[in-house]
């Protein structure tokens, strides 16, 4: 039988195999799973953890770009950076409520962040260090998170799937705005466009590594994959990020830092050198550049903002009151 345990209960519940093969039938007859349906104790921790983890990237990833808000070069880069900024935030309240609808609440998916058990991107590890890395995001990091996330408006759990058809519109938009301001550094002076080589070099192995572990050493895709939940492998959306943005870095008459990149008439997509693999686990394990002041911005974030939790539940405590005497 299906159990509503709390994140991280252990698995060890009483799943009959005809449990769970009615609940595999519904998934290969591409019927959506809603929260209130009977599911399988790991497809339900499978997405707490996956949309929990990607809701906290989204916030945690509203750091690295609203450090430039200030800094922006015109009104018109200010208004357009402070409104993907703010489409971020927005991305990662959809998430927290359609996790919510599993039975986690926000506080405990945000402690588990602030103690370091619940994770976010690796790429949001990385510190921003000119304007023209605020086009590299919107360009590369925003890029692979379409390629990522177009496939999960399609996710088998209804919640995620249709809050992903919102975020990838918005994505789109962010993934434009990036691209027209590295297009302008490239367009410029000498200086603008070696800023922009140079925020390239920096970005681009990152964004390679945001699509996770290659498909072996990936523990969750199997699963992820018979369930729907993921609808290709990392190595799949990691190749067709590659694929789309080699065209796009030649246009800007930009180098893609990879000296091992060529195109594989056989295969019909690009082959790509080694990737840096202790670089990408020292950092999801916490130790990239910016961890610390990510983690440490969040904290700040979430204590500042007990007054305003503690002032909206006594609010709504006392209109529940007054709700049910008037009755
Ligand atoms: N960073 O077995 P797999 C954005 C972990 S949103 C950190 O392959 P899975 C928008 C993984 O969690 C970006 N950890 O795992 C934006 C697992 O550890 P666990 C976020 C990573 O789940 C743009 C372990 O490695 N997007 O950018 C990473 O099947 C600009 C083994 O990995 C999402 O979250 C990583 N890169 O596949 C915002 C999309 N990769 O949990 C602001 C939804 C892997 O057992 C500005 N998530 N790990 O402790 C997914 O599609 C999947 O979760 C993957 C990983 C593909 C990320």
Redo the contacts with the bound molecule.
Sequence with gaps: MYSQGLIGADGRTDETPEFLDAFQRRIDAEEKIEPNDAMPEGYRRTLV??IG??AH??IV??L??GNWITRAPSLRRKAALLAKVQD?GG?GLYLYSAAETLGVSREEMTEELLDGRA??????NYPTLSWADIGT??WL??G??IM??IP?CRCSFGPYARAMIRVCKE?SF?QRQGYEIVMTLAQGTPAQKEMAQDSLNRWWWPSI?????HDS?????DQ?MAWKI?RFT?DE?RQKFIDATVPQAEYLGLTLPDPDLKWNEAKGGYDHGPIDWDE?WR??KGHGPMARDRIKARRKAWDDGAWVREAALAHAEKRRARKMAAE
């Design positions: 953890r996956q983890q990607h990237s989204e990833g509203m690295p770009e971020e991305h994770k976010y991107s690796s790429i949001f995001i919107g990091v925003d692979a998170a990522n996330q999960l994505e962010h590594m945001m699509f996770g572990p050493d990936s523990q969750h895709s992820s993921k990392n959306l990408f950092v999801v």
